[in-house]
């Protein structure tokens, strides 16, 4: 039965990626200007080319940073990671190796789903002129491609690097397995470094433009939102693509691959001479793509009142489809029983861990999504507080989301209990990999979103018939809804992926080490750490934010100075400066993403050079509690106000222009790097951390705890 799962891992694989290619095929074919007059046409292509050229000069100016990083952390791992039980080897070089590939497969799959998002959105506009069917499919089709690219390039990328390295690395034999488990982690570091700075930086650009638009266009302008006149509002549109395109899709990279290098480093001590169930948590997320496929293909749009409920009938039935697929896969490759840490598990209670992640993200995603709608009672809470001005909005928001933590923290810890119970730290990490399982599908619906709400902007700017703009707003506002739904499972996937990935920890320094890891609260370098760890989210959180505070200062001077100084720009007769606030949001992101980056990677560093695994251990689980409560708080506020701010604006309460809209138009201003910059940031804070310490393991043994001695 040896290579049914690389088999059939690499043909999905091939699979994905087939798919998103036809995908891509059928936005690119639909014509640009679509049913449009020549002059309409001609401000279309205008737009579009100077969304898609910011997006792709951001990203071109962040990677190249990011080569530069990459490259010498790379070096930094080649010299300080070396197995002593291996003295004819040096891990770290291949690591290095594999943290290099890991990088460059996640800048990959981040620059495929931009340039596809900024060729569907205005596609979806003159889509939107036909009907609302058209429009979701171009939209869906978008999102689609990133899905699928993205998790074919993942599991055909793990296979790649456990074939090459399986061959670089033959002198290790079967029983050092967990060495070159340790070493493939350096995929999943690789991946997760590059979510940091997407998601950091993405997050400060799209922010800065965010808020400079709207305090100064929306409250002191008093002009409508995507307005052509305002300068911020093409670094706006371009900032939705950097931060929930590219950044999203880096974030669930670096998950989907960190949860399986997670679980490989432990199933490599129980299925050492077993290849196939060994390469089962490969097998997971490639099961994911033709299940997807089907999905999708099951589910479609007639008329404007089945976009949203077409939307979570994809999570739903996904999670059905894959619920079913994994019950025969995890029979076949799983032995009926094997033991680990002393406990003897069976194949069936893997599965049920597989389920129990499974489920725990869908109650999480729908209960972010009871949070966030405008449909529910939360949200409208919250807009009926603006009716008594910006103070009682901030309030009610910020209660929301301390309240929004903790049905999502239980079905996490409902999942942790019963996974651990089944099959140990393995079965944990096979958890995170269930909820990890409708990643293609998740990813499909969160590209979706800033594609429809990029055409609504197109829609306005070009000055298109009223019908267009309701018809595109129908597809943003369900697309809002499954934003805040991508961002409460990525970050439920993050707090069960930093979890694996802790137990992976402690697993390969047990082994390093020859004896247990202190964990003791009554250890005061372990109690201390965890004091330490718990901090790390705040200071994160505060340097985000003020870096989002310090980027939209600079923009919203720009934009009040253009429209001082511009003739005839508020008559529509001038024509703003768009790339001078691209610029100013591009700049600011590279410069202000640098200092959260080195907090994150150099804490645990430092930590085990100075204290030792033990102190570590203290830091990662301190984050992890603290880091995933305050990302879930911020992203619910965050989306609670945005989408408050829209209830009004459909005509509630007063509607738009009105004093109750002035006041959830600041409520929003202050949730937008709450949703957008730091709380999606802190589940890569918990993520890096982990991975970063798996990695170190070696150098924390042998060299870590000088100042213990």
């Known amino acids: ?26 936005v690119i074919s639909v014509p640009l200007t679509m049913g449009l007059e020549e002059n309409d046409a001609k401000r279309l292509k205008f737009i579009h080319g100077a969304i898609a050229k910011g997006a792709m000069a951001f990203l071109r100016q962040e990677y190249k940073f990011l080569a530069i990083f990459m490259v010498s952390f790379a070096a930094i791992i080649a010299i300080l990671i070396d197995d002593t039980h291996t003295p004819d080897i040096r891990e770290g070089i291949y690591t290095a190796l594999a943290f290099l590939f890991g990088g460059a497969i996640s800048i990959a799959s981040g620059y495929i789903g931009m340039k596809v998002a900024t060729q569907g959105n205005a596609r979806t506009t003159v889509s939107a002129k036909k009907d609302i069917k058209h429009a979701f499919d171009v939209a869906i089709n978008s999102g689609a491609v990133m899905g699928f690219a993205l998790v074919g390039l993942a599991t055909l990328g793990l296979v790649v690097i456990y074939v090459v390295m399986k061959f670089l690395l ?30 950091v930086g993405g997050g400060i650009f799209t922010k800065a433009a965010d808020v400079g638009a709207d305090l100064v266009g929306k409250v002191e302008q008093g002009i409508p939102e995507d307005d052509p006149r305002n300068p911020a509002v093409i670094a706006d549109n371009v900032g939705d693509n950097v931060g929930d395109v590219a950044g999203m899709g880096a974030d669930l990279f670096g998950s989907c691959a960190e949860s399986t290098c997670a679980a490989m480093v432990i199933s490599a001590v129980v299925f050492a001479g077993n290849p196939d169930a060994l390469l089962y948590p490969i097998l997971i997320s490639a099961a994911g793509i033709p299940v997807s496929l089907v999905t999708k293909l099951l ?4 008329t404007e009142d089945d976009v949203a409920p077409a939307l979570m009938k994809l999570l739903i ?24 840490g002393g406990a003897t598990y069976t194949s069936l209670g893997v599965y049920w861990c597989f389920l129990s992640g499974l489920v725990a993200g869908l109650a999480v995603g729908l209960l972010t999504g009871y949070y966030t709608s405008e449909k529910y009672n939360p949200v409208k809470e919250v807009a009926k507080s603006c009716e008594t001005g910006v103070a009682t909005n901030i309030i009610y928001g910020l209660a929301l989301g301390y309240k929004s933590t903790v049905l999502p923290y239980l079905c996490i810890a409902v999942s942790i209990f019963v996974s651990w119970g089944l099959a140990g730290m393995y079965g944990v990490a ?43 707003d129908i597809l943003d506002s369900a697309g809002n809804t499954t934003a805040a739904i991508g961002k409460g499972f990525a970050i439920g996937a993050a707090i069960l992926t930093s979890l694996a990935l802790f137990a992976a920890f402690i697993t390969a320094s047990e082994k390093l080490m020859g004896e247990p890891v202190s964990m003791s609260l009554l250890d005061p370098i372990v109690y201390t750490s965890v004091f330490i760890g718990a901090v790390l989210p ?64 150099g804490t645990p560093i430092l930590a085990g050079f100075l204290f030792g695994v033990s102190s570590v251990a203290g830091i990662l689980v301190g984050s992890l509690v603290a880091g995933g409560v305050l990302a879930i708080a911020s992203s619910n506020s965050g989306g ?25 138009v600041v409520g929003d201003t202050v949730g937008d790097p709450l949703k957008d910059t730091s709380g999606p940031s802190l589940n890569i804070l918990i993520k890096l951390s982990a991975i970063l310490s798996l990695v170190f393991a070696p150098f924390f043994v042998q060299y870590g705890g000088i100042l213990l001695g």
Not at 170 to 189: Q, S, T, W, Y
Not at 562 to 577: A, C, D, R, S, Y
Not at 640 to 664: C, F, M, P, Q, T
Request: aromatic share 8%; net charge neutral; glycine share 10%.
């Open 430 to 472: 096979i958890a995170s990999l269930g909820m990890l399982g409708t990643l293609v599908i998740a990813l499909t619906i969160d590209a979706y979103g800033p594609v429809a709400d990029n055409a609504g902007g197109i829609a306005e700017m070009v000055g298109l018939d009223k019908e267009v703009r309701r018809r595109t």
């Open 170 to 199: 033959a002198d290790l034999g079967p029983e050092n397995n967990h060495i070159l488990m340790e070493v493939i982690a350096g995929f999943g570091l690789g991946g997760s470094t590059i979510a940091l700075f997407a998601r």
């Open 640 to 664: 609670a106000w945005d989408n408050a701010k829209k209830y009004i604006e459909a005509g509630n309460l007063g509607g738009k222009g009105s004093e109750v809209h002035k006041a959830a």
């Open 299 to 302: 589910v479609g749009v007639k």
């Open 1 to 26: 039965m040896t290579g049914i799962t690389i088999t059939v891992t690499t043909a999905l694989s091939l699979m994905g990626l087939a798919i998103a290619f036809f995908y891509m095929r059928k």
């Open 538 to 601: 705040f200071l994160f959180t505060a340097m985000t934010m003020k870096s989002v505070g310090k980027a939209a200062f600079a923009m919203i001077e720009e934009v009040r100075h253009q429209f001082k100084t511009i003739p005839g720009i508020m008559e529509g007769t001038g024509e703003p400066n768009y790339a001078q606030c691209v610029a100013i949001s591009t700049k600011a992101a590279l410069r202000e993403m640098i200092a959260p980056g080195v907090l994150i990677m």
């Open 317 to 340: 039935i996904s999670s059905v489809l894959m619920a079913i697929v994994m019950f025969f896969f995890t029979k076949l490759l799983i032995p009926a029983t094997f033991e680990l």
